[in-house]
């Protein structure tokens, strides 16, 4: 689990293809002794395990399916990306909560300055665009943003100058793709309220200390 605070940025080295997967090898901004071996790193928003710790860094395997539902299988050696380890208990949640399994990958529609902000819009399917609403949250390439407004297509975001700086946002341009994950509790919600009737459920007529024995 994530907070979508990014902590630095990486760069990506050596893309090892292993069959329909690959290896990533990057370049981290803490010291080689405060990585775990198997910890989860979050690397632009996409929850991956460390396999190798190096003298810079760490590598992680990107399977097939990751490849294909983010932006990672677009990766060239020299790319910067968002890095964030996994949270501890403990920790101060300052963004929100963040599995770092990307929903879609989206397309940066317009970046606009207005004031001494960026304005965003980005593009995603409509499937996942139900679960985005106005001042909510949404993880964009990893990082934790409120949402500003939401149309039939796309939605907006503020950036303020201390995020463009401290994440890759600073090297966004129009049409890039980018990796979205909405937010964790609306999509339970979401998935609670529109239950089919067929699918199994709690039985009804029991009072709640019934259900909460019952695990329900």
Known sequence: MFTGLVEGLGRVGRITPQGPDNVLSISAPWSASETVLGESIAVNGACLTVTRITSDGF??????????????????????????????????????????????????????????????????????????????????NGISLTVNSVGPESFGLNIIPHTMDATTLHLAKQGDSVNI?????????????????????????????????MGW
């Open 59 to 140: 590598t992680v395997d990107a399977s097939a399916e990751t490849l294909s539902r983010t932006t990672l299988g677009r990766l060239r050696p020299g790319e910067v990306v968002n890095l964030e380890r996994a949270m501890q208990l403990g920790d101060r949640l300052g963004g929100h909560l963040v599995s770092g399994h990307v929903d879609c990958v989206g397309h940066l529609l317009k970046l606009e300055q207005v004031g001494g902000s960026t304005r965003i819009e980005v593009g995603i399917p409509a499937e996942h665009l139900r679960y985005v609403v106005e001042k909510g949250s949404v993880a964009l």
């Open 181 to 213: 994950e909405t937010d964790l509790i609306g999509k339970y919600v979401a998935r609670l309220l529109n239950r089919d009737e067929n699918e199994p459920g709690p039985p009804k007529g029991l009072s709640a200390s019934d259900l909460k024995r």
